[in-house]
């Protein structure tokens, strides 16, 4: 027998798609559903994903943008004319002629974008605003509308404890929605009480990236990287060669500072024990595993030159990808927090 979510899920793939999603009334910052999800569309109109970069965004690099952008295809080969650039001539053509030829190109039609985002149990926190799981699937959502109103083709990989749900990059809004439904199935699927499984690391996530986006894929990466598995930095590089990959890890404020007076319950769904940062010894290994965890996502930036845009749970999405993009200052923001 199907459980709701099967039912739902296979409903989603075989293209029987509402036309418009229903808002469930849930509390949108512990769970997001596809109404939810849609509605960023408009929102999405003020962000670009394009090659080139506001001067104050991550993805600008020091010497032009970190994106490679579209690629070129070879058109033809033909005689000089006055107005041609003179760096497109073939110099090799024009000698073996005697009369001067240029190659001709023309961009592609565009560049494909495959969106990771991570809703594993690992995801399913927050000790302010949001939970982590609800920025992911926010921000995968605006990057998805940004990216299809730049007429890109965009698709992407739903993480969960249990699968991948992988969704090819295509060029029309019935393929994006199938992707946001499966978004917010697997958001929704999530619970506290839901049985212990073996979470998926990040080698399978990245070997499914790299069947997908051989060449010349836009990749963003969204989670919480908390599973680093041996093959990691191995699959990482190897995609990073021939795509452009943004990494987005997406922290919880008690991740960048441990509260040093907290006392709560923590489950894993079979076992219960009580967390308390009073104790400096509590308060030391918690430190040290959150910077083990930046440095980890700091050493990959530094080593394959990957941008980073770093999101946190502790505030709206919106508000933090516009100041990452170089949209609005930094400063500006912070005046008004």
């Known amino acids: 027998m199907f459980s709701l979510y099967d039912r739902f899920r296979n409903r989603a793939r075989a293209d029987v798609l509402p036309k418009q999603a229903q808002d469930t009334g ?15 569309e408009a929102s999405a109109r003020q962000l670009q994903l394009l090659p080139r970069q506001k001067a104050r965004s991550v993805l600008s690099g020091r010497h032009g943008s970190s994106l490679r952008g579209r690629g070129l295809n070879f058109e033809e080969l033909r005689e ?3 107005s041609d650039d003179v760096r497109t001539i073939d110099w090799k053509v024009t000698a073996r002629t005697g009369e001067p030829h240029v190659r001709v190109y023309t961009e592609e039609r ?7 985002v991570d809703q594993r149990m690992s995801m399913f926190f927050g000790t302010r605003h949001a939970m982590k799981s609800v920025t992911a699937a926010e921000a995968a959502a605006l990057a998805a509308f ?12 739903v993480v969960t404890d249990t699968q991948l749900l992988r969704q090819r990059p295509q060029r029309n809004r019935r393929a994006l929605t199938r992707f946001l439904t499966e978004l917010a199935l697997a ?5 506290a009480d839901a049985p212990v499984a073996e979470p998926t690391s990040l080698d399978q996530v990245l070997q499914a990236v790299a069947n997908i986006a051989r060449r010349d894929h836009l990749v963003l990466l969204i989670s919480d990287f908390d599973v680093v598995g041996p093959g990691t930095e191995r699959l990482l590089s190897g995609i990073a060669r021939h795509n452009d990959v943004i990494l987005v890890p ?40 959150n910077r083990q965890r930046r440095q980890i996502i700091h ?32 400063s500006a923001q912070a005046g008004k927090d």
């Open 187 to 191: 958001n929704q699927a999530l619970n």
């Open 110 to 116: 565009d560049r494909p974008a495959l969106i990771v």
């Open 250 to 289: 997406v922290v919880d404020p008690s991740g960048e500072t441990v509260p040093r007076s907290l006392v709560s319950a923590i489950s894993d769904g079979d076992q219960q024990a009580t967390l308390d940062t009073r104790s400096t010894g509590t308060q030391q290994a918690m430190d040290q595993f």
């Open 26 to 40: 849930q509390d949108r910052r512990i769970y997001v559903d596809l109404a939810h999800l849609q509605s960023l």
């Open 146 to 157: 940004a990216i299809l109103e730049q007429d890109d083709r965009v698709g992407g990989i």
């Open 299 to 330: 050493d990959w930036h530094l080593r394959y030159g990957i941008p980073v845009a770093q999101l946190s749970s502790g505030e709206d999405t919106l508000p933090q990808l516009q100041r990452l993009l170089g949209l609005i200052p930094r």
């Open 80 to 82: 000089y004319w006055p």
